[in-house]
Structures are given as structure tokens and as C-alpha cells.
């Protein structure tokens, strides 16, 4: 039997490569390397974005939010209680899993969509006047600083290149979690309320319980992110929790590719690399990059690793055994009582 490899896995191989010998190679100094670890950073928040916009069918317009507060619990944890750092990375997206529970569970019981934009929102506006003003707890607008890196067997992980190839492994990790969890009982699941919730439901899909914790899984994610965040660069500020984060994290997903595995990869790696290119031209940074994802949805709308993919399906005569999952995708809607 011939074993045959999506594309998709073909192309997110070739990425790992060339993200792991980049910095042995191409960007050899401390500054580019840094960057590196920003595109890893960026691409965790993004693909747990992506969970929301590709596999719910959702938008949380609070993103930032979650990952700021993910962030300030783990700094808090170790600069406050002297907690190790590898504790902070488990209680960040506990904390920001429960805190997206008790969101999704005011927004995702009835209307979906907007309350759930709307809802989100205003706990991200919320989220980031209480960062500003509490100072006792937060620094107020200084923030957090000297926010200890992790440390392995009493060695620090410091440098550049030492966090890059840590963080490089917990996106792996955190690929394969994402792999495995659209391909199982609960993905499916979630994937057929997005395509029709009726039907779903009619088959015994619990819709609400199972979007509400998608999106606490969501947050998690991206909450776990901001704590690789924190202890990397070592401080954090209430700018975290603010809109800007939320519009990088968007363009993340929308410019790689929404609900695919290795697109908000790529578009992170997009993203930082043209953002330190136009670096001159920082202040309109934004507007670059909305005229970028203007031209991107109207020329290459299903964004640039699907395009990409399709080109690989192509150069192999169209001969695939199916890419990432996608929402729309290869596995049909659960049995009945299934996913009750």
C-alpha cells in the first residue's frame, strides 16, 4: 500500500526546516534571532485564534486580552511568589482557559457571532483599563519587569538561540495537539455545529457545552502564549492586552491561511519579517499591512499557505490524501448520540 503525505504536511515540514537552520545560518545575530522567537510567539496566538475563526466559525474581537492576562499571571507568579517559570507556563492557560469558560458561556449560549465579538470586546477594553490603573497588582503603564527566563537543570534559557529551539518544540507540541484534536470525536464535533448547527444537534451534538469549550480551549492557547511571551522578553505591560495584539494576531490568521495547521505559521513569519523591513516606516505599519490583507482577500482569499498548497497538489498531478483539516472538511458530521 502506497502511503501518500498531504501537502499540507509537506509544506509545514519544509517551514521546520528552514525555521530551525535560520538561525545557525541566516540570521546569526542576537536581534534577528529574536525575531524568530516573535514569529513562534505569534504563530502560537494565531493558530489559537484561528481555533475560533476556522473550526467555531466564531470571531473573539478579546483576543489580545486573554493572552495579556496569560502573560501577567505567569509574571506575576514568579516575580511576586518566586514561582519556577514551568509552573507559570500551566497556570497562564489554566487561568486564561477559566476566564475564556465564563466568557463563552455568557456569549455562546444564544446568539453567536456578534454577541460573541461584542462580548469579547468589551472585556478587552475592560481587561486593559484595569491593567493601566491597578498599579499595586500590574506596575500600571511601566508594567512588569525582570520577569525571570526558565531555567532546565539550573541552566537558563536565555539567549536568542536557546529560547528560539525551546519555543520551536512547543509549536510542534502544540501542531500535533491542534492534529489531533480536529480529527477527534470533539473536533468533529465542534467542526459540524459550524457547518450546521441544526443537523448537529439533531444527531446529539451538545452544541453550546461544546463550543463553550472550544473557546476555553482557545483562550488557553493563546494565554499560554502570552506566558512564552513574558518570559522571554521579560516584561509585560498593559499594551498587551490592547487592540494592536489583536489586529497582529488577525492578520496572522487571515494573510497564512484561516483554519489551517501551518498558516498562521506562515503568516506570523510574514508578518514579523515585513513589520522589520518597513520598520522606517513604523508608524504606518497598520495601514501597510490593512492595504496588505485588502489585496490578499481579494486576490488570494483563502490566504497564502492554502495557496501555496493548492500550487503543491498541483506539481503532483493533483494526487493528495487530503490536506489539513478544514472547517468544511474530509470528516462527516458525528453519528447519532455521538458527541453528546
Not at 463553550?212 to 492586552?241: E, K, M, T
Amino acid at each position: 500500500m502506497r502511503l501518500t503525505v498531504p501537502a499540507g504536511w509537506w509544506l509545514g515540514g519544509a517551514l521546520l526546516v528552514v525555521a530551525a537552520l535560520t538561525p545557525l545560518f541566516v540570521f546569526t545575530n542576537t536581534y534577528n534571532r529574536g525575531l524568530l522567537v516573535l514569529i513562534i510567539i505569534y504563530a502560537v496566538a494565531g493558530l489559537s485564534l484561528d481555533y475560533i475563526m476556522g473550526e467555531m466559525g466564531q470571531f473573539s474581537f478579546g483576543h489580545a486580552a486573554f493572552w495579556g492576562f496569560g502573560a501577567y499571571v505567569s509574571a506575576k507568579l514568579a516575580l511576586d511568589l518566586g514561582i519556577s517559570p514551568w509552573i507559570g507556563f500551566l497556570a497562564a492557560p489554566v487561568a486564561a482557559g477559566l476566564v475564556g469558560l465564563l466568557i463563552g458561556y455568557i456569549a455562546l449560549r444564544r446568539t453567536r457571532g456578534l454577541e460573541l465579538a461584542i462580548v469579547t470586546l468589551g472585556f478587552g477594553v475592560l481587561a486593559w483599563t484595569v491593567a493601566l490603573r491597578w498599579r499595586p497588582v500590574t506596575g500600571g503603564p511601566s508594567g512588569l519587569r525582570q520577569v525571570p527566563p526558565p531555567s532546565l537543570f539550573g541552566w537558563e534559557i536565555r539567549s536568542e538561540l536557546a529560547y528560539f529551539y525551546f519555543s520551536l518544540l512547543l509549536l510542534l507540541g502544540i501542531v500535533f495537539l491542534l492534529s489531533r484534536l480536529r480529527t477527534s470525536r470533539f473536533g468533529r464535533g465542534v467542526r459540524s455545529i459550524h457547518e450546521n448547527e441544526d443537523l448537529a444537534k439533531s444527531v446529539g451534538v451538545a452544541a453550546t457545552k461544546y463550543y463553550v469549550l472550544a473557546f476555553s480551549f482557545a483562550c488557553a492557547l493563546v494565554g499560554f502564549s502570552g506566558a512564552l511571551y513574558a518570559h522571554h522578553f521579560r516584561f509585560v505591560n498593559p499594551n498587551l492586552l490592547g487592540l494592536d495584539y489583536m489586529f497582529i494576531f488577525l492578520i496572522v490568521v487571515l494573510v497564512g491561511g484561516r483554519g489551517t495547521l501551518w498558516g498562521p505559521v506562515l503568516g506570523s513569519a510574514i508578518f514579523v519579517l515585513v513589520s522589520e523591513w518597513l520598520r522606517a516606516l513604523q508608524e504606518y505599519r497598520f495601514v501597510i499591512f490593512g492595504v496588505v490583507l485588502l489585496l490578499v482577500v481579494l486576490f488570494m482569499p483563502i490566504g497564502v499557505f492554502p495557496a501555496l498548497q493548492n500550487v503543491a497538489r498541483r506539481m503532483r498531478g493533483g494526487k493528495d490524501a487530503g490536506g489539513d483539516v478544514t472547517p468544511g472538511g474530509q470528516d462527516p458530521v458525528l453519528e447519532p448520540g455521538g458527541a453528546g
